[in-house]
């Protein structure tokens, strides 16, 4: 079930107000909206689609029968995903309580239609980018999920977190810096050799994209690209594995993802 054909899209807070009034159009399209990142961020977490799901129907059961706690004070999607971060928590420390039956690999499903050839190359990236996300350690996976696949901000992250802007951001850098090392093998094929004496451009380009360069420093470091070919690569390196974490984002849903909106509905109306 859709809103009433033609009506202006609904924003957050009136959704939020009018499921709380008890509509269940509102909710449903409330739960649409964040579902789909509440899902890939349990797949990329739990690395197995089983594990996703739980985080899935637990998450979104918990926003329905929490409507009251929100408080708009961070956007629903934060709030949403930090929900998310808690089920996973919760389904790791029940996991280690038992014994490991169930190591289901991740299906991380490729694109449905293949396509044309210059879609092999995306897919290739995405495949080894999945890889490299895997690879991570937690703490930076998550960063890496929230920031640069949900989009949401810096302050929006630590807040879904709980940690600060800073320790976001240092994690961020070093999980960055991880995915373009591992991607390297696509992404630079033809890597010319350094001079030596070049500057952490990764860490800067990084550091740049969250606001923490002046400006002296980032004509210095647009200055060093322009006549630094081993290190503008390495940028476009950066660059384009950030642009694949987008791309994640914005993959289509998968029908078992609205499956499980209109169920959190159904539970929800039952009450
Ligand atoms: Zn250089």
């Given amino acids: 079930m859709t809103a009433a054909s033609g009506a202006p899209p609904r924003n957050t807070s009136e959704l939020v107000a009018s499921a709380r009034a008890g509509n269940r159009e509102a909710l449903e399209e409330l739960l649409a909206r964040v579902a789909p990142s509440i899902h890939r961020f349990g797949l990329r977490m739990c690395k197995n689609a089983h594990d996703a799901d739980d985080i899935l129907q637990d998450t979104l059961l918990n926003i329905a029968g929490h409507l009251q706690d929100f408080e708009g004070r961070s956007s629903l999607s934060t709030w949403a995903l930090a929900l998310a971060r808690s089920a996973c928590a919760r389904k790791r420390r029940w996991l280690k309580n038992r014994p490991a039956d169930d190591a289901e690999a ?77 991607l390297r093998p696509l992404l630079e094929p033809a890597r010319a050799a350094t001079a030596g004496g070049c500057p952490d451009v990764v860490t800067l380009w990084s550091r740049k994209l969250e606001g923490e360069l002046d400006q002296a420093d980032c004509e210095a470091m647009t200055e060093h690209l322009r006549g630094c070919s081993a290190c503008s690569t390495a940028c476009d390196a950066l660059k384009q594995a950030l642009l694949a974490c987008h791309r994640i984002g914005t993959d289509t849903v998968p029908p078992e993802v609205q499956a499980r909106v209109k169920a959190a509905v159904r539970t929800w109306a039952g009450r």
């Fill in 106 to 182: 991740l299906t991380t499903k490729p694109d449905p239609e293949p396509g044309p050839e210059q879609r092999a190359g995306d897919q290739e990236l995405a495949a080894a980018l999945s890889k490299a996300l895997e690879a991570l350690a937690d703490p930076y996976r998550e960063v890496v999920l929230l920031r640069d696949v949900e989009g949401l901000s810096a302050p929006e992250t630590a807040r879904a977190l709980g940690v600060s802007v800073d320790a976001v951001k240092s994690r961020l850098h070093r999980a960055r810096e991880n995915l373009r090392d591992a």
